[in-house]
């Protein structure tokens, strides 16, 4: 069959508009001016019909005021031969008057004789989430919770295992990234035979990939995931280079579905990340059977994450006091959180930060904690104007995109003055790229935030953090000062950190002061501050006033 080229240029351009609901596709012809554009995009911006003559003067007028002068400079640019390609985000106007963030890509294409003839490319809304992940053509984590939605509303059972490479960055990092997305692509389809018809399989957040599936037993789940790490690392190549990568996964068992979608995959993403850092890579698997220790788990995690919506009132915060070491008097104290509710109790944060760490709730609970500490901190200024207040940082906090201007709108709006908040980072914070983090950190200094680094020592990447990150404080765990006194390698060990920091000019306060006794040897070492039981429990704001050091 024979068909006019303009009919197959007409066909190829319907076949890519209808592959997303949330990317659109243009072409103009820039000796005519004339476009074709997405009906979608028609029918979502209110635009005047598929093809349209100065579509970019149309498009312009359904631009946010403040964006439209970066938008015509652009366009501009392109359109007078001083640009080959137009990269931005900008503000669009919706046929209802409302306003969605798009970005614009889109490059010019030469005719055989080197002439600018078409300018073509893609409009992203991302007021419209697609359930399509456009790499590997797997549906989305949308999707995925969307199932478990109907899943949950039929009261059926569901297992969920999620998997994830460990490392994955090296692969962008040394290959590019369409290397990369042809790694998640092929591991994708592989992964998509594995299941065939017992399962449904997602492209989830990052290197993540989910099995969704409610035929498989848990002894089908632990064989099919080590089928799947043998194949990440025997099946995987791109351009005839073999690329072999670990795998790390987390299961989840659901016999009685009494929690939401969201909650089950924040115990999936729990399990994932102790597979990656505790289990070196072995699946760990949580269930939600008959076993209450069990249950426990996704139960928790479920009544966690209603308290943190519902505005974190069942969360309050203890203050636990810092001490000169030299004068033995109070220079500030650290924040800690808690979290009480029945049947529960009081549950450590050391048991629900971690479970809450990966969920997109726990940004939430952060800026929390960190508003109430600064309308706290306000209070204890007024009676000592000398102290500092110290707050943990999460990893997964700082590397959230509106973290910085969080923090700068809390100041102003608390009134709180940054000279006297010191944030705590761990050593987890070496999970994030080291340029990033000293951008974080400079960033945070520049407006008079001090840094410290919590538990130094405890992990691997201590030094390493010390030597890139400037900080104005070292905290070392209490699991090197509790036997001190009869270990010689906590001895050896404490001695040369602290002259480490003395030589480096940064000051260190020394955790877990639990008696006289230990006090009276530490005394020993050229150190800057305590912290312990001996001077006081974690205590609510009210009984922290009373404590003796703050009176004084």
């Known amino acids: 069959m024979n068909m006019h080229s303009s009919d197959v240029a007409n066909k190829i351009f319907?076949?890519?508009?209808?592959?997303?609901?949330?990317?659109?596709?243009?072409?103009?012809?820039m000796w005519t001016d004339i476009s074709r554009w997405s009906k979608r995009a028609v029918e979502f911006f209110g635009l005047p019909g598929e093809y349209m003559e100065g579509a970019a003067n149309i498009w312009e007028e359904h631009i946010h005021?403040?964006?439209?002068?970066?938008?015509?400079?652009?366009?501009?640019?392109?359109?007078?031969?001083?640009?080959?390609?137009?990269?931005?985000?900008?503000?669009?106007?919706?046929?209802?008057?409302?306003?969605?963030?798009?970005?614009?890509?889109?490059?010019?294409?030469?005719?055989?004789?080197?002439?600018?003839?078409?300018?073509?490319?893609?409009?992203?809304?991302?007021?419209?989430?697609?359930?399509?992940?456009?790499?590997?053509?797997?549906?989305?984590?949308?999707?995925?919770?969307?199932?478990?939605?109907?899943?949950?509303?039929?009261?059926?059972?569901?297992?969920?295992?999620?998997?994830?490479?460990?490392?994955?960055?090296?692969?962008?990092?040394?290959?590019?990234?369409?290397?990369?997305?042809?790694?998640?692509?092929?591991?994708?389809?592989?992964?998509?035979?594995?299941v065939a018809n017992k399962g449904a399989v997602y492209r989830m957040d990052g290197s993540k990939f989910a099995v969704c599936t409610y035929e498989m037993g848990i002894d089908e789940i632990k064989k099919l995931y080590g089928e799947i790490k043998e194949m990440a690392r025997t099946s995987l190549s791109v351009n005839g280079n073999h690329i072999p990568m670990d795998t790390c996964g987390g299961a989840v068992i659901v016999e009685d579905f009494s929690t939401d979608e969201?909650?089950?995959?924040?115990?999936?993403?729990?399990?994932?990340?102790?597979?990656?850092?505790?289990?070196?890579?072995?699946?760990?698997?949580?269930y939600n059977d008959a076993d209450d220790t069990n249950k426990r788990n996704i139960s928790l995690i479920h009544e966690l994450r209603n308290s943190i919506l519902d505005g974190c009132h069942e969360f309050y915060i203890c203050y636990q006091p810092v001490v000169s070491a030299k004068t033995g008097r109070l220079t500030g104290m650290e924040a800690l959180l808690r979290w009480k509710k029945e049947p529960y109790g009081?549950?450590?944060?050391?048991?629900?930060?971690?479970?809450?760490?990966?969920?997109?709730?726990?940004?939430e609970l952060g800026n929390w904690i960190l508003k109430q500490v600064m309308m706290d901190g306000k209070?204890?200024?007024?009676?000592?104007p000398d102290l500092t207040i110290n707050v943990n940082i999460s990893y997964t906090q700082l590397e959230h995109s509106e973290f910085r201007s969080k923090i700068v709108s809390l100041l102003a709006n608390t009134g709180f003055p940054?000279?006297?908040?010191?944030?705590?980072?761990?050593?987890?914070?070496?999970?994030?790229?080291?340029?990033?983090?000293?951008?974080?950190?400079?960033?945070?200094?520049?407006y008079g935030i001090k840094i410290a680094l919590d538990d130094f020592g405890t992990g691997f990447s201590s030094?390493?953090?010390?030597?890139?990150?400037?900080?104005?404080?070292?905290?070392?765990?209490?699991?090197?000062?509790?036997?001190?006194e009869t270990n010689t390698v906590d001895q050896t060990i404490v001695k040369s950190v602290v002259q480490c920091a003395n030589d480096l000019a940064v000051p260190v306060c020394i955790e877990g002061i639990e008696n006289k006794e230990l006090l009276t040897y530490m005394n020993k070492y050229e150190v800057s501050g305590y912290q312990g039981y001996f001077y006081s429990r974690p205590i609510i704001k009210e009984a922290f006033k009373q404590l003796s050091l703050y009176r004084k």
């Open 463 to 484: 030094l390493n953090l010390l030597r890139e990150i400037p900080v104005d404080c070292i905290k070392i765990d209490r699991e090197f000062v509790k036997e001190i």
């Open 262 to 286: 969201q909650s089950v995959l924040a115990t999936a993403r729990y399990a994932l990340d102790a597979s990656k850092n505790e289990k070196h890579g072995e699946l760990v698997i949580v």
């Open 14 to 29: 319907d076949a890519f508009a209808a592959t997303s609901k949330s990317r659109y596709i243009f072409i103009c012809n």
């Open 65 to 194: 005021p403040e964006d439209r002068k970066r938008y015509r400079e652009a366009i501009d640019a392109v359109f007078s031969g001083h640009a080959k390609n137009f990269d931005m985000e900008y503000r669009a106007k919706d046929k209802n008057g409302n306003y969605v963030v798009c970005s614009g890509s889109a490059v010019v294409i030469d005719d055989d004789e080197g002439r600018p003839t078409y300018f073509a490319g893609t409009i992203t809304n991302h007021g419209i989430i697609d359930n399509v992940d456009p790499t590997t053509n797997l549906y989305n984590l949308y999707e995925f919770l969307h199932a478990l939605k109907i899943i949950r509303d039929r009261k059926m059972k569901v297992r969920v295992l999620l998997v994830g490479f460990k490392h994955f960055s090296d692969v962008n990092d040394v290959y590019g990234y369409s290397v990369g997305n042809d790694v998640m692509r092929q591991f994708g389809g592989e992964l998509r035979d594995m």
């Open 379 to 384: 209070e204890f200024l007024k009676d000592r």
């Open 418 to 446: 940054p000279e006297h908040l010191c944030l705590e980072l761990t050593e987890r914070c070496s999970f994030l790229n080291m340029d990033f983090l000293k951008n974080e950190v400079q960033f945070l200094k520049s």
């Open 346 to 363: 009081d549950v450590p944060p050391g048991l629900f930060i971690p479970m809450l760490e990966k969920d997109t709730v726990f940004f």
